[in-house]
């Protein structure tokens, strides 16, 4: 396997964490104002379940990352998008999804809207989904299909893109 080139990177120039913030952000702003000016009325009371859900979505999102930062450092590659890869991780959170650290960054987003109550932020993570499918997974597959090939493709043949 060939050093690869820093020049030769997935081309994500946003990095995903902040595309996911900002729609939350703009997701939950949606959703008060919404909810306040147009809707007028309330959607009732938070149930502890619901908030207890979110808040464990929210810790389950961040131990992925946590788990593939780890897996990452131990590969001795870089985690950040816009970097060449060195190593084709397979093991780990990888052996189940693909993009396990996106998928926990979909947790986190979903588990903020639970616990805020915004039931229409929490419809828009099919926003997020596709923002991340589109502008950057779409671009890393079609790196790392040209930085590892067939190997690559193995592997999207054994483990799913999400789940």
């Known amino acids: ?18 595309l996911v913030v900002s729609i939350l952000v703009v997701s939950l702003l949606v959703d ?12 009732g009371g938070m ?7 979110g808040a464990g979505l929210v810790i ?5 990352g946590i788990w ?22 397979k093991h780990g959170p990888f052996r189940f999804s693909r993009n396990p ?3 926990g960054m979909v947790l986190i987003y979903m588990g903020i809207c639970l616990v805020r109550n915004a039931p229409i932020a929490l419809m828009l993570v099919v926003l997020v989904i596709l ?9 890393e597959e079609a790196y790392l299909t040209r930085r590892f ?10 483990v799913r893109r999400w789940l």
């Not at 149930?47 to 859900?53: D, K």
Request: charged letters at 15%; hydrophobic letters at 40%.
């Open 47 to 53: 149930s502890g379940a619901v908030v207890y859900g």
């Open 1 to 18: 396997m060939t050093k690869p080139q820093h020049s030769d990177n997935p081309g994500v120039r946003i990095p995903p964490p902040i």
């Open 131 to 139: 923002v991340l499918r589109i502008y950057v997974i779409a671009k």
């Open 60 to 64: 389950a999102g961040i131990l992925l």
């Open 149 to 158: 090939g067939d190997a690559y493709g193995q592997y999207c043949k054994q």
């Open 32 to 43: 008060y104002f919404i909810r306040k000016s147009i809707l007028q009325a309330g959607f």
């Open 101 to 103: 650290i996106y998928l």
């Open 68 to 89: 593939c930062a780890v897996v990452y450092h131990k590969a001795k590659t870089s985690i950040l998008p816009h970097t060449a890869d060195s190593t084709l991780i």
